[in-house]
């Protein structure tokens, strides 16, 4: 039995490592245009240069699987071509490429490595009073303006939206922005225009949909997401699972609360549907979400399990450590292939 996991972000990467444990003859073949396992919710951090987000994919998949670098140009029936134009043969497949993190020319995408290796290299550069903007009002725009002039107090932060933390509560969203004005960060509400005079412009606008699925002749969604089941099979193609940034899974959130969870379940439907059972319906719970507002000040926001903000809320150091402990226990899921959504062992 062939399956190859397309993609090694956290829905990838747990749906390989928890297939590896559950199919023992299965050979097992990971697809990733990198060596690199991309902790995506530190990349602010490495922007800022206060942390690191990257780590080597072999130290965090399975020994039992394969591990190939490449980029997929089509994903066909039973077959997989590259752009290098060799090809890789599946039985399943399980998609996780993610989502494309293109920015406008002249800026540096926050949730895209190679944008933010480069936004740190010339961050490093500016002298002191030079601007930077940060282009997006949601949790990643918020972090990174934070950390960078947590970071860069001499240099001029300014983070320019529509609104800001829309996914938070009332309370909780005054108090990100007190603490943001606390830090020095000009807030600004209205629309960024690429005239605007920035030394550094960091684009952190969720990304979309990168056209492999839609160009491969897969079901999509308007914005070029797999059209999944309540199983998390593609609509089209029965031997495809689709998962994370690139599935259209009603009601989920872009994220890796809800990546990991869904790699989880995509690799025991797949192990179902290979022994002859019935897949079962994915179901998760929102339990919150999580700021962090440099090293040592966030916000974590409880959620109804639809993902509506409850009326509970923290902030401060305690709320610093909790996100860290949260960063860490999404990288212990991915290489467990265990899915929780909450902290994991240190």
């Known amino acids: 039995m062939k399956i190859v996991v397309a993609g090694a972000g956290y829905a990838g990467t747990v749906a390989a490592n928890r297939l590896a444990r559950k199919l023992t003859d ?4 990971v697809v990733n245009p990198s ?4 902790e995506r919710v530190r990349l602010h951090e490495l922007i800022a240069g206060s942390g690191t987000a990257t780590r080597s994919l072999r130290e965090v998949l ?12 089509k994903v066909g029936d039973g077959v997989l071509t590259m752009a290098d134009a060799q090809s890789l043969e599946y039985d399943k497949l399980v998609y996780a490429v993610g989502s494309s993190n293109h920015a406008p020319e002249g800026t540096y995408a926050v949730g895209g490595l190679d944008a933010a290796r480069a936004a740190h290299a010339k961050l490093v550069e500016l002298d002191a009073g030079a601007t930077v903007t940060v282009v997006g009002g949601g949790l990643t725009g918020l972090e990174a303006a934070s950390e960078v002039v947590t970071e860069r107090p001499d240099l001029t932060v300014r983070i320019v939206s529509d609104e800001f933390g829309a996914s938070l509560s009332s309370r909780a969203r005054r108090r990100v922005l007190d603490v943001l004005r606390d830090l020095g960060v000009d807030v600004v509400t209205g629309e960024w225009t690429p005239e605007e005079p920035a030394a550094l412009t960091l684009w952190a606008v969720a990304g979309q949909a990168d056209g492999l699925a839609a160009r491969s002749g897969l079901a999509t969604d308007a914005a070029g997401r797999v059209a999944v089941d309540a199983c998390l099979r593609s609509t089209s193609n029965p031997n495809v699972y689709a998962v994370g940034d690139s599935a259209a899974v009603p009601g989920a959130r872009l994220s890796c609360q809800a990546a990991l969870p869904q790699g989880a379940a995509a690799a025991d439907n797949l192990v179902r549907d290979l022994t002859g059972r019935t897949g079962k319906p994915f179901s998760m719970s929102f339990v919150g979400q999580n700021v962090s507002l440099g090293r040592s000040n966030g916000v974590i926001q409880g959620a109804h399990r639809n993902d509506v903000p409850t009326r509970i809320w923290f902030g401060g ?8 402990r949260v960063c860490r226990g999404a990288l212990w899921s991915a290489r467990t292939g265990r899915a929780a959504s909450f902290p994991g062992p240190k």
Not at 35 to 38: I, M, R
């Open 26 to 29: 299965a050979q097992i073949t």
């Open 35 to 38: 060596s690199e396992f991309v």
């Open 62 to 73: 399975d020994d039992r699987i394969e591990l190939r670098i490449a980029a997929i140009e």
């Open 317 to 324: 150091r305690p709320a610093a450590y909790f996100k860290e």
